[in-house]
């Protein structure tokens, strides 16, 4: 079955940085776009950064220009690179697969001095 296991979170302060891991199985990873989503308490998930089959990228405004997505094939893992971290960036993060599949359990990225 679809496995997406996500992981990297941690307790950061503010202007830290961290890389989240999404690896993925159960699926042919090169036939899907993947995503990162994230989840912050009390509001509904949230679109993070996209990946395209072919590695073209995009992001949500408030992420542009310190967040990268990235992916590697060989490894069936999708990658959150996260700079200049935020106190408002504190959310459980998960990813999945364009279009999606049952959802991880997520990792939670808390941002706090």
């Known amino acids: 079955q679809v496995q997406l296991v996500e992981s990297g979170g941690d307790l950061v302060q503010p202007g830290g940085s961290l890389r989240l891991s999404c690896a993925a199985s159960g699926i042919i990873f090169t036939f899907y776009g993947m995503a990162w989503y994230r989840q912050a308490p009390g509001k509904q998930r949230e679109l993070v950064a996209g990946i395209s089959r072919g590695g073209s990228t995009n992001y949500e405004d408030s992420v542009k220009g310190r967040f990268t997505i990235s992916r590697d094939n060989a490894k069936n893992t999708v990658y959150l690179q996260m700079n200049s971290l935020k106190p408002e960036d504190t959310a459980v993060y998960y990813c999945?697969?364009?279009?999606?599949?049952?959802w991880g359990q997520g990792t939670r990225v808390t941002v706090s001095s």
């Open positions: 999945n697969t364009i279009p999606s599949h049952p």
